[in-house]
């Protein structure tokens, strides 16, 4: 009888396709990036307006509305972002459905990270096999869905 894998989505860090130091920085830097990024979030609160929650981290106001009178095609995905982590799930979808992926997709990938570096699991094994074509097709097609969406509900 074969013994069953603890963990089938991971392997060994000593059997990874990388070294493992190399396995080990990138975890960090991903795990790390999660962190910040949720720390930097978790410190704002979601604009009511659907957009401009990056204003409250210091950053000028989008030119887009200002120029063109639309939304740009990531408007909205800071809040959306803002909205996950503070566990609105259904508003942050509703809010700029591409940024609440991608804040999920990060969230995700953090915890991984993190969780390979405390049980000593190879980080880049994951994402080697992942079809990264794939995933970065779906995320540019619901990039341009998600920015005619907020288009089509853009009150400015």
């Not at 190399?22 to 604009?47: E, F, H, K, N, Q």
Request: glycine share 10%; charged share 10%.
């Amino acid at each position: 009888m074969t013994a069953l894998r603890q963990n089938p989505w991971t392997i060994p860090l000593a059997e990874g396709p990388v070294s493992p130091f190399a396995d080990r920085l990138t975890a960090l830097i991903v795990g790390g990036l999660a962190a910040v990024v949720i720390w930097s979030l978790s410190r704002v609160a979601p604009d009511g307006r659907g957009h401009g929650t990056h204003e409250q981290l210091g950053m000028d106001p989008c030119g887009w509305p200002v120029v063109y009178g639309i939304p740009c095609p990531t408007c909205g995905c800071t809040t959306a972002a803002t909205q996950l982590l503070h566990g609105d799930v259904f508003g942050a979808f509703v809010t700029q459905p591409f940024g609440a992926a991608l804040a999920l997709i990060g969230l995700l990938a953090g915890v991984h990270a993190w969780m390979c570096l405390l049980r000593t699991r190879s980080f880049v094994d994951v994402i080697v096999r992942l079809p990264f074509w794939r995933i970065v097709l779906s995320l540019f097609l619901l990039l341009w869905a998600a920015w005619g969406y907020k288009y089509l509900v853009w009150e400015g």
